[in-house]
Each structure stands twice: as structure tokens, then as C-alpha cells.
């Protein structure tokens, strides 16, 4: 461990107090930016998409389950950060989903819904979540463009000569990457409102907001960020086995 | 709902831009305030405090469980509530599944609270939690954080005018006004080095919406928070939405 400055009560007030100027700043940022994101434009989604659902197919329309806001997590399966064939859903995108089943209730009870979307068959997306022990929405978008159109999943040729993800052209781009949009209905028309991919993701996971208020940070090794995600049920495997 | 601005995907497409531009600002900046954090200065805890958990009767030293750091919510919960505050379950809802994670990078999370450790665990129960949580009841934890009022103090805060939100709070963990605000809700973060405990970080009031994991996806939602005029109270606990 890094020897670190110790400091008297008075020290460490004045120097909180100062850091909480800089925190109420960062957060009125925060707010003015949400405000900003509310002004955009709505866009009408004019293409008919089908999700296989544990109720049966589902309209996008059909997905706000009677509320006027629908948030869409693009949650990558079949590919992503140590998949394999016994552990199909992505690591990164299972951290950011076990914050999900805690928030819905408040979010639906302020009419939003909230679903993840993966492009495999609904029983493998269900399987999963049985082991996770998730019981948020989870919907096939299988077969359907919507994630490919909402800028999450990317077709062969897109894959050989580049695409734009994250509002920016890559030239080597993955089957699929991670993401948010979120939709409106209004007098039964479908809106998209926003989309948020990369390190917007992030803003959805309360762990890095934790970590980011604890001694050390999140401690990351700059070279590698993500090699201490596990799904939460292989921590203590995959930690034995690093120790052996 | 009041009419919205209706644009082409090219329009959104160029807007959105812009704010990315900003939202990618406001990440670096969270970046810069977590490294901020991790510079002040430590103040060693003096005091010897003593929390009733589930194991028993434990100092704070023995809270970090075998970890380096230690992240403590400080639960609205006093001996006058016959609930958790509000605000407050709907925090320690999103906090299970983060348990492993946090782990993974050598922190506890719990959440302390000043009503005896029996009322705590029935309330847990009810809410289907599995987190520690500690009752500090017969020790002076929470008032030497800022975190438990006295009558005395509370004085001219009661004579005066009490905000409606304070009302509604309060009638919604059982208990009045006086006996609501005598407890305060707060964040703090201690890490254990060679034996002594250092207090390293305390934040409140807007600081903890960091925990209110449902903001940062309200945030990106059509909507925003929505919480002016009938919406102000929207927030219940996750078993009273569509009762009351």
C-alpha cells in the first residue's frame, strides 16, 4: 500500500470544502447537460421492428408496457469481453445489467421502462438471466435491424470497411458494441430521443460511482481498465485462480 | 404532455453531437474530482466506536471485514421510525448486486443506522435485503459525522415553517417531523492501514445522489427527473408503488 498524507480534522475540512465547490459545479454541469439532452430533437422511428418476448412478439410501441418512456439497454451477447460458449453474455454489459432489477420499480413507478435487447434466441437471453438471477425485461431483437440501426450491432460489411460508433467513424468495428437509447410515445407514434454508448454507459453503473468516492478510486491498471471485471458469480474462481 | 420539437435524423445527428462533445468533458471531469478525492489528506479515527451487527458487537476496524476500505451509507432509520426513509430505501435497493463488484476492488459497503439493530433487520426483511447492515444505537457514530440532531438543535428548524417534503417524509416512516430530521443521510469512506482507521471521505445532500442510480438514467430519459408540481413525491418504497 502507497503511503498516503495524514492530515488533522481541520486540514482535511478545508480541503473537503474546497473539493465541494469543484463537486457542486461538476453537478450543475450535470444538470444542465440533462436539460440539454431533453431539448433534442425528437426523431420518429419510422421502421416496423419485432422483439420476441417472453409475453410473445412485440412491437418497439408495444415495449413501453403502457408508459410514455422507454429506455433500451443494448446488452451484447454471443460477443463481448470473456464470452465463451458456458458464459454467452458479455462481462461488462452483466455488470452494468446487475443495476438494473434495483432501480425499475422506482423508474416504472415515474412511467419509464426499462428492457435490455440482445440479438439471440429469447431462451438463451432467458437461461442466462435465470443463472444472474435478473429478473428485468430482457427481449430478442433477433432477426430485427434495431440494433444495427440504433448504432449497437454491426453488419460483416460494416465490420471490413468501418462504421460509426459512438457518433464517430471506426475503422475496425466489433459485431456489437454497448449502448442506451431511449424513446417516447406520443399519440402512438414512437420517438428516438437518445442514445448513449462507451463511457456514457457508465453514468447507468453505481459501482463506478462508488468507487470513485472510496480511499483508492477504482484502482484500475491504466493499461488494462477492465481486468478485474468478473460476472458477479466468478469472483471468487477467477480470483483463486489468478492467486494459483 | 406539452408538444416537443419534432427533427429529422440528420438534426438530431448534429445536435447530438454537440452534447457528446460535453458529456465526454463532464466524464473527464468526474475523472479529475475522483482523483481530487483520492488526494486529501486521511485523519486518523480517534474515537472507539461500537456498532450491534448480526455477528455481534463490532469496533469499526472490524467493519471493513477483511478489506482495505470501507464505504458506509448512513441510513435514515432512527429509533422514532417505525420505516427507513424513503429516499433512502430506494438507495439501499440498488446496493446487492454491487456488493460482489465493490468487493472485487478490496471495499465494504454497508449502511449504518441509529434505530436498534432488530427494528434494522425486520425492515430488511420486508424490503428483501440482503446487505450489513449496523445500528449505532448507544454510540455517537452518526452525530460526530453531522449525520444525528438533538432537540435543542432542531429548535428553530421545527418553529419555523417545515417544507412539505419534510412532511410527507416524515408521516411516511411513521414518525413526525422532529422526530424524521433528527437523523441525517450521508455518505462516508474510511480505509484501514497498519491497524488505524482513517476517515477519508464524507459527502451529503446532493453529494449521495452518486447512490440514486435511477437519476443517471432519469437523466437520459425523455422526461428528465420530472419532478416539479404533482410529481415532487413521485419516489416509494419498491413495495408501495400503485398503492398509495
Known sequence: MSEHTVGTLDQWLSARRELLDAEKEYMRQGDELARRRQELPWVPVETEYTFETEQGPKTLADLFDGRSQLLVYHFMFGFGFRVDEQNPGCTGCSFVADHFDGVIPHLNGHDVTLVSESIAPLERLQAYAARMGWQFPWVSSLGSDFKYDFGAAFTDDQQRNGADYNFKHVDEVSPQREGMSAFVLQDGTVHHTYSTYARGVEQLMGTFRYLDVAPFGRNEDPQHPAAWWHRHDEYETRQEEARR | ?244
Not at chain 2, 444525528?148 to 417545515?162: N, S
Open chain 2, 1 to 244: 404532455m406539452t408538444e416537443h420539437r419534432i427533427g429529422t435524423q440528420e438534426e438530431w445527428q448534429a445536435e447530438r453531437e454537440a452534447l457528446l462533445k460535453e458529456e465526454k468533458e463532464l466524464t473527464r471531469r468526474n475523472d479529475e474530482l475522483a482523483r481530487k478525492r483520492g488526494e486529501l489528506p486521511w485523519v486518523p479515527v480517534e474515537k472507539e466506536y461500537s456498532f450491534e451487527t448480526a455477528d455481534g458487537t463490532k469496533s469499526l476496524a472490524e467493519l471493513f471485514d477483511g478489506r482495505s476500505q470501507l464505504l458506509i451509507y448512513h441510513f435514515m432509520f432512527g429509533e422514532a421510525y417505525e420505516a427507513g426513509c424513503t429516499v433512502c430505501s430506494s438507495i439501499a435497493d440498488t446496493l446487492d448486486p454491487q456488493v460482489a463488484h465493490l468487493k472485487a476492488r478490496d471495499v465494504t459497503l454497508i449502511c449504518s443506522s441509529r434505530a436498534p439493530l432488530a427494528k434494522l433487520l425486520a425492515y430488511r426483511d420486508r424490503m428483501g435485503w440482503g446487505f450489513n447492515w449496523v445500528s449505532t444505537a448507544g454510540s455517537d457514530f452518526h452525530r460526530d459525522l453531522g449525520f444525528a440532531h438533538t432537540a435543542e438543535e432542531l429548535k428553530p428548524f421545527l418553529e419555523g415553517e417545515i417544507p412539505p417534503v419534510v412532511k410527507e417524509m416524515a408521516e411516511r416512516s411513521g414518525t413526525d417531523p422532529a422526530g424524521y430530521v433528527s437523523e441525517g443521510p450521508g455518505l462516508s469512506a474510511y480505509a484501514l492501514s497498519n491497524g488505524t482507521v482513517y476517515r477519508t471521505y464524507v459527502t451529503t445532500a446532493r453529494g449521495l445522489e452518486l447512490a440514486m442510480a435511477y437519476y443517471g438514467l432519469l437523466d437520459r430519459a425523455p422526461m428528465g427527473r420530472n419532478e416539479k408540481g404533482e410529481e415532487t413525491f413521485w419516489l416509494r418504497r419498491h413495495d408501495e408503488y400503485g398503492t398509495a
